[in-house]
């Protein structure tokens, strides 16, 4: 079956800003697959498996981690940009590299990262040190440093979840700033929410610290779910018509996004890409309805998992693992490896330490700090 034409305000690849440092054309993969398949061999891309999301490996083996998140993102990016008619191997090449800027520990981990730049008059944002990844920190390559990677993925990386203003970001100009970045960046952060909402409920599930008659009475969306699966499958396990249920959410979020950002599209009158770029306003987004769906998932997992104590207790320890190591390659940056501690004679020392934590698994900055500080290793050791 013959692949559907892309719309005319989908990105087309031959219609690129192009690579930093000129390449020529590969004989059968175009410009957005080559850089998918750069991002998938990068070590940043495989340290992925070794980053918490949310839930650690003392709770299972079989919760989801960074890079298995990832992949579930990139899962339905592709399913979205293909309905839509937009290209699907810059929204894929999107979906697998928007985490690889995550420091250990998840979002508590760049929180904490945050808050000590910030002593620095600095800051640390995973976008833009996602962007510092695959334009410096990745060498594979003899003729280029960093993935050289098209305009538009870095554009992707810097942009798909918010705008950054011009006035505070000058080193970011080229990133057209006062524009709305392509269709294919604008699904990514939406696509982001439906997975990691559907799949930290199930990884609640399994973990043993979902109430289930909490989220009943507290997300409409998965009662009218549940009880829709029960009606049909009165004796079924309830784990599986658990899995039913956030199933049919997921369904559900993906086609409102898909079918109302058609809309709005449509609504906008936009025909190229460029006319998606002077837009106002993003114009991938949910219904009124799915987006108040959405927000009810959001706020039920923020005060009823991400807040359960035996997540927060772990997650305490952890930050504190990472904020001891951070002031102590501050005191002692000669503790670094070789390139690190070159950098750091010359450059900022805040920044070059925050670089070399924010690259860190969880399980390597556990044993910096059991060898480093004599700090015992935790359970996710």
Do not use: W
């Amino acid at each position: 079956m013959a692949a559907m034409p892309l719309e005319s305000y989908a990105m087309d690849v031959r219609r690129s800003r192009g690579r930093r440092y000129p390449e020529a054309q590969h004989p059968y993969r175009n410009d957005y697959a080559r850089d998918r398949d750069r991002v998938v061999h990068s070590r940043a891309f495989r340290r992925l498996e070794a980053k918490t999301q949310v839930f650690t490996v003392r709770f299972s083996d079989h919760f989801r981690n960074r890079l298995t998140h990832t992949l579930e993102v990139a899962q339905i990016a592709r399913t979205v940009a293909g309905a839509l008619r937009i290209n699907t191997d810059l929204a894929e090449a999107l979906a697998l590299v928007h985490d690889i800027g995550h420091p250990p520990f998840g979002h508590a981990g760049e929180r904490q990262l945050d808050a000590r730049m910030r002593e620095h008059g600095d800051r640390f944002d995973h976008n833009l040190h996602a962007l510092r990844i695959v334009e410096q920190f990745e060498q594979r390559y003899l003729d280029f440093p960093g993935l050289n990677l098209t305009f538009e993925v870095r554009e992707g990386i810097v942009k798909h979840s918010h705008d950054y203003p011009e006035a505070e970001f000058p080193a970011l100009a080229e990133y057209l700033l006062g524009e709305r970045p392509p269709l294919e960046a604008q699904i990514i952060d939406l696509v982001d929410e439906i997975a990691y909402n559907t799949a930290d409920l199930d990884d609640a599930f399994e973990a043993h610290i979902l109430d289930f008659d909490q989220l009943r009475a507290e997300v409409p969306v998965f009662a009218k779910a549940y009880e829709d699966v029960e009606r049909r499958h009165p004796e079924g396990l309830r784990k599986l018509k658990f899995n039913e249920a956030l199933k049919h959410i997921l369904d559900r979020l993906v086609t409102d996004l898909i079918e109302n950002t058609r809309r709005q599209v449509e609504a906008s009158g936009v025909e190229t890409a460029e006319d998606v770029r002077r837009q106002e306003k993003r114009l991938v987004g949910f219904s009124a309805a799915a987006a108040g769906e959405d927000a009810s998932l959001k706020r039920f997992l923020n005060s009823r998992v991400y807040s359960h104590p035996a997540i927060a207790e772990e997650r305490g320890r952890s930050v504190a693992a990472l904020d001891a190591l951070f002031h102590f390659f501050l005191d002692h940056p000669e503790s670094m490896p070789k390139h690190y501690a070159d950098l750091a004679q010359s450059e900022p020392r805040h920044r070059i330490v925050c670089d070399y934590i924010a690259g860190m698994t969880d399980h390597f900055l556990l044993r910096q700090c059991h060898e480093l500080l004599g700090a015992p290793a935790t359970e996710q050791s």
